[in-house]
Structure formats: C-alpha cells, structure tokens
C-alpha cells in the first residue's frame, strides 16, 4: 500500500513538472528524441516525461541591438569608424533555433560586411549626408540574407559616424567659414535694405516738401487772385454808384486831379495833362492864393 502511494505521488511529481505555460510573445521549441517535433505557442502544454525537451525558449518581441563601430574606408580613402544599430524580430522560431549557430554573431558579422561594401562605393561628403539611403540599402539586405534564419530586420540605423580627428579639424573650419560668409551675406544684405529704405525715405520726405511748396504757392495765387477780384469789385461798384449818382462836371475833374497828383509822387519824368483839365488847375490854383491870402 505504501508503496503505491509512493508510486502515485512520484507520478503527481512527474505530470506537474511536465506542464508547461508558454508565456505571451514567446515560443518553445519542443524536440523528441533528439528531433524537431513541435513548436508551442502561447497557453497550456503538457510535454511527455523523459521523452520530450524544451530545446529552447524563443522570444517574439522586436529585439535592439548596438553594434560596436566598425572601421570602413570610403570610396575617396578616408576611414572612419561607424556603429549600427539593429531592430529585427524573430518571425520563425524552429528557423531561428536550427538555422545558423550564434545568430546574433552572424547579424554582427553580417552588418559589418555590409556596411563596408556600401560605404566603400561613396565619398566622405556623401557618406555624411546619405544616412537615410545607406540604412535602406543596409536594411533591405540583412532582411533578405536573414530570412533563411527566421529573422526579419525591420530598421537599421548608422548611429554615429567619427571621421578621422584631421579630417573634423577641417570639416569645422570649413563649417566656421561658411557661417562667416553667410554672416557677411546677411549684414550686406541689411546694409543694402537699410540704405534703400533711407533713400526712399529721403525721396518721400522730398517730394511731400515740394507738394508742401505747391500747395503753399497754389494757396497764395489763389489769395492774390481772391484780393485783386475783391479790389476790382469794390472799383465798379463805386464807379457804379457814382453813375448812379450822376457827378458833375467839376467832380469828375476833381477827381482826375488828385489821380494826377497821385501819378507825380512817383518816378515818372513826364505827366500829360489833358487841355480841358488845365483851365480847372488854373482855377484851383487860384482858390488856393486867395485862401492863403485871407
């Protein structure tokens, strides 16, 4: 009886430590007798004691790598080092256990070849400024070189690149002269801008003056012009008042006496006075004596 307990025990032992749970976004690979027999997926498994074996424990999750840098030469003889950086996923787990040994060498080693080849056929120059088309080109060949092996790569990327010390010297100074080229650019330019805006400035200033000036000689003209109109106007009404009042004779010699007084204060040299206004002179003449007389 005792020993039948024991048995059955032993056997409670033996089925539980054979269950297996496979875990999300992992696979195990499961061989029998030595060979490929099955690949669990995710749940509930139950392997056959002493005859199956979990030959390996496969994880499904994108993976990321960092290669260490790698020396290339270019196509212009200049090297320098470079490091990758690697996103694969294993898409194939009994692929990814038989395919090749030591995987994660081969995509080193793989990457390292790659990347030699590809930068040898560019210049430094373009080295510098095509990371994007090297790391298509880096991606798309380690995809299909490692399909064979269950292994998808899904981006590369050229983390650093470090020219040699010599050749960053000169790229800096090169970098240093073009910032100050673009610096002299940009204050000519300001300079060129400033003066413009200053001589339109002027030229706006000169022409507001002299329509200033027009305007003022417009305004004075038109004042003269106002004042001569209202002189003339003032004339023909006391001319017109005058008719109306029907002046005699006399008056109206009176009247061409004080013009004519008023035409010798000034610089002619010679008057001519008129034949009927001289007997009147005469007799104004006259007046004036006999006034003084009294």
């Given at each position: 009886?005792?020993?039948?307990?024991?048995?059955?025990?032993?056997?409670?032992?033996?089925?539980?430590?054979?269950?297996?749970?496979?875990?999300?976004?992992?696979?195990?690979?499961?061989?029998?007798?030595?060979?490929?027999?099955?690949?669990?997926?995710?749940?509930?498994?139950?392997?056959?004691?002493?005859?199956?074996?979990?030959?390996?424990?496969?994880?499904?999750?994108?993976?990321?790598?960092?290669?260490?840098?790698?020396?290339?030469?270019?196509?212009?003889?200049?090297?320098?080092?470079?490091?990758?950086?690697?996103?694969?996923?294993?898409?194939?787990?009994?692929?990814?256990?038989?395919?090749?040994?030591?995987?994660?060498?081969?995509?080193?080693?793989?990457?390292?070849?790659?990347?030699?080849?590809?930068?040898?056929?560019?210049?430094?120059?373009?080295?510098?400024?095509?990371?994007?088309?090297?790391?298509?080109?880096?991606?798309?060949?380690?995809?299909?070189?490692?399909?064979?092996?269950?292994?998808?790569?899904?981006?590369?990327?050229?983390?650093n690149i470090m020219p040699p010390k010599e050749i960053q010297d000169a790229m800096e100074r090169q970098m240093k002269a073009e910032r100050e080229r673009r610096e002299s650019i940009l204050r000519a330019e300001?300079?060129?801008?400033?003066?413009?805006?200053?001589?339109?400035?002027?030229?706006?200033?000169?022409?507001?003056?002299?329509?200033?000036?027009?305007?003022?000689?417009?305004?004075?003209?038109?004042?003269?012009?106002?004042?001569?109109?209202?002189?003339?106007?003032?004339?023909?009404?006391?001319?017109?008042?005058?008719?109306?009042?029907?002046?005699?004779?006399?008056?109206?010699?009176?009247?061409?006496?004080?013009?004519?007084?008023?035409?010798?204060?000034?610089?002619?040299?010679?008057?001519?006075?008129?034949?009927?206004?001289?007997?009147?002179?005469?007799?104004?003449?006259?007046?004036?004596?006999?006034?003084?007389?009294?």
């Amino acid at each position: 009886m005792l020993f039948l307990m024991i048995i059955l025990v032993l056997a409670v032992i033996i089925l539980i430590s054979n269950v297996k749970i496979v875990p999300q976004a992992h696979a195990y690979i499961i061989e029998r007798f030595g060979g490929y027999n099955a690949t669990w997926s995710v749940g509930l498994h139950i392997k056959v004691p002493f005859v199956d074996r979990i030959a390996s424990k496969v994880s499904l999750k994108e993976h990321v790598v960092d290669f260490p840098p790698q020396p290339v030469i270019t196509k212009d003889n200049v090297t320098m080092q470079i490091d990758t950086v690697v996103y694969y996923q294993i898409t194939d787990p009994k692929l990814f256990t038989y395919g090749v040994e030591r995987p994660m060498m081969a995509i080193e080693n793989l990457t390292a070849t790659t990347l030699r080849n590809i930068i040898g056929d560019l210049e430094l120059d373009e080295t510098l400024t095509s990371r994007d088309t090297v790391n298509t080109k880096m991606r798309a060949i380690l995809d299909e070189a490692t399909d064979p092996w269950g292994i998808k790569i899904n981006r590369v990327e050229l983390k650093n690149i470090m020219p040699p010390k010599e050749i960053q010297d000169a790229m800096e100074r090169q970098m240093k002269a073009e910032r100050e080229r673009r610096e002299s650019i940009l204050r000519a330019e300001g300079e060129k801008k400033s003066a413009i805006l200053l001589a339109e400035g002027e030229k706006e200033s000169a022409i507001l003056r002299a329509e200033a000036k027009k305007q003022a000689a417009i305004r004075e003209a038109e004042g003269e012009a106002e004042a001569i109109v209202t002189v003339k106007t003032a004339v023909a009404e006391g001319i017109r008042r005058i008719n109306e009042a029907n002046p005699t004779e006399q008056y109206l010699t009176i009247k061409a006496l004080e013009s004519f007084e008023k035409a010798a204060d000034g610089k002619a040299t010679k008057i001519i006075v008129p034949s009927e206004i001289q007997g009147l002179a005469g007799l104004v003449t006259s007046i004036k004596e006999i006034a003084k007389d009294k």
